[in-house]
Structures are given as C-alpha cells and as structure tokens.
C-alpha cells in the first residue's frame, strides 16, 4: 500500500468507517475523515492523533443533500487535500414498511448511498484516472442480493452500489485506477441491540464479523484489485436459504420484524 498516503473516509465518526480511519492512519495514511456528527467526528479525530502520528482534518457534511460531493471536492481543493483512497463507507438505516410518511427518509436515503456515492466516484475518479492511480472502496451490502420486506430502499441502494461499482471498476482499471465493493454480512456494530455475552458467542461462531475483521479483509482485496468481497458466513447461508424458502414465509418474516 505504498501508494496509499492520503485517504478520504466518509461515515468516520464511528463504527466501519472509525475502523477504516484506524487502520489506515496505523499504515500512516493521512486523512480526511468525514461525518454529519460533529461532535463524534471531532472525538473521533482526537482518538487517531493520539494515537497515531499521522494528519487528519475532519468535515462535518450531510452527504444526503444536494451538492455535497461537489462542496466535499471543493474543501479537498482548499485544504490541498488529494486522495489516494476513497472509502465511501457513509450510510443510513431504517426498518419500516414503505409508505407516504416515509418519504422524506426515503428521500434521504437514496440522496446518501446512490447520489452522492456516485457523484463522489466520478469526481475523485476522474481525477485518480488523470494520476494513472488510485483506489476507491465502496461498502455495500449482503442485502443487495435478497429481498428484504421492511428495508426494500436499503437493499435496493446496495444492489445499485453493488452493480454501479462492478461496472464502473472495468471503466477505471485500464486507468490504473483498483475499485472494490465490499458486501458484508452482519457485522458487530451498534444496529444490532444485543447483550455483550451472545455479542460475542455470534462472534466466536462467525455469525457476526468483528469490525477489525471486515475492514482488514476490505483493505486487503482493496489492495490487491479484487472488484468485489462478499465476506462474512451469512454471504453463503442467507442467500441459499432465500432462494429455496416460500415467498409466502418472506412475506411473514417481513411481518414479524415490523410487529416487533
């Protein structure tokens, strides 16, 4: 990763994209970490430099509105920022069947995994493309491939992240350009409430991926030019279960979990 040394991480106050910060700030990259918490954001800043002895400058940004990508490339351009590596790990969630009163989160939703990750590949691509380098990591998700009663926008904003980065990594290759989608399964991060003991037994099983473990591995395709990574156990188990369970079952799951 020696030509690593700038990166730019969206979603990095806390969780994956905290992680992500973590490990490459520990390669030395400087970074560019970006948030719509302040507050977590600059708690998380502090945390790298103390730690580590590496640069890193923060923006606090809702990458949902319109326009963000081009205000986040205009802040790189003043600060003379440029990024080797983009980590486009920002994202949101909800579980609720769809209706009109959800479309203002729906709205959102899309405006952050489809929008403003598309925008932000083809601005900081083109300019990676010019240097005849660069890597772009995408985090998607395991849901891109199911269907998914009570996260429908979410699955289906993954299943574009996942086609749109599949697609575009053949356009940036001949350019010099590594682009990597990543599509994990559950990973142990606060949207899942559970209690730290069966935390860590799903942990020791596989059936959930310790955040040091996702990041290591997505650096490590990241590097070596995998266009896509689907780890975790239920990348194997989920998708075979639904394909053979009746819809009808999907339909009462999809229930239960809106009921609860």
Partial sequence: MTSMK??????????????????????????????????ELESAAKS???????????????????????????????????PDVLVNNAG?????YLDKERLPLVRKMIGLHVQAITELCIIFGERMRSRSEGYILNVASMTARLPAPSIAIYSASK????????????????????????????????????GDKLRRTLR?????MSTEKLVRKSLRALRHGRRELNPGFGNFLVPVLMGIVPARLIDSLGMKLINK
């Fill in 6 to 39: 700038n990166a730019l991480i969206t979603g990095a106050s806390s969780g994956i994209g905290l992680e992500f910060a973590r490990q490459l700030a520990a390669k030395g990259c400087s970074l560019a970490i970006i948030s719509n918490r302040q507050e």
């Fill in 159 to 194: 299943a574009y992240l996942m086609s749109f980065g599949k697609s575009l990594s053949y356009e940036l290759r001949p350019y010099g350009v590594k682009l990597t989608t990543v599509c994990p399964a559950a990973v142990d991060t606060g949207l899942y409430p559970l």
């Fill in 48 to 82: 790298i430099r103390d730690e580590f002895p590496v640069q890193v400058q923060t923006l606090c940004i809702d990458l949902s509105e319109s326009g963000a990508a081009a205000k986040v490339a205009a802040w790189c351009d003043e600060t003379c920022f440029q």
């Fill in 92 to 96: 949101m969630f909800f579980m609720h």
């Fill in 204 to 208: 020791r099983l596989g059936i959930i």
